[in-house]
């Protein structure tokens, strides 16, 4: 079968054709989803207006005053325990509070050292057991000013003992006076270090 010129012309046409409608449906779909995504962006832009960029500034401030309050509050704690807890110097600190107080300290005696936490930090603890005798009232004037004084220190127990009085029969030549005394064991805390 021979094509005529016409023939030719028609098939011509019909394949220009096919092209251009082949475009025209590529170019609306191209025409739709950029009017989709011209909506989403409206959408968006919508939202992003809406948004208060003050208020997340202002809550990052916030947040950024909280984390250095923190961060400086744990270097004082970790400055304050990292004193030294050398027992001769805490010992010279016990007898001058003792005498302060108007105590007399009897006996101190210290167990190794371990480690613990202080407020979450990793510290060397070291125990100490100490025996004071005197007054009532000056052994608990005694008992608080250790707790004042020793920053690093926390109170395990403190017990105080009156003892019973004794019989008049008895002459205070022969009879040793006993006075009322406090057993007090302490944790000595000390910061180790990362």
Known sequence: MKLGKTGYLFVILGVVAAIFADLWVMRSQQTQEQERLSEELSVAAVKLDNFNSDELLSQQAKLEEQLNQ????????????????DSISVSGTL???????????TSISSAQPSVSTWQG????????????????????????????????????SAAITIPE???????????????????????????QGE
């Open 95 to 105: 007898f001058d509070i003792a005498e302060l107080a108007g105590v007399e300290v």
């Open 165 to 191: 009085a004794t019989d008049g029969e008895e002459s205070s030549a022969e009879t040793e006076v006993q006075l009322p005394s406090a057993n007090i064991q302490l944790g000595i805390y000390s910061y």
């Open 70 to 85: 923190t961060l400086s509050q744990i270097e004082a704690t970790k400055a304050e325990i990292s004193q030294a807890t």
């Open 121 to 156: 930090i990793p510290c060397l603890v070291l125990p100490l057991n100490i025996t004071v005798e005197g007054d009532v009232s000056n052994l608990i004037t005694f008992i608080g000013k250790v707790d004042r004084t020793l920053t690093t220190a926390v109170i395990r």
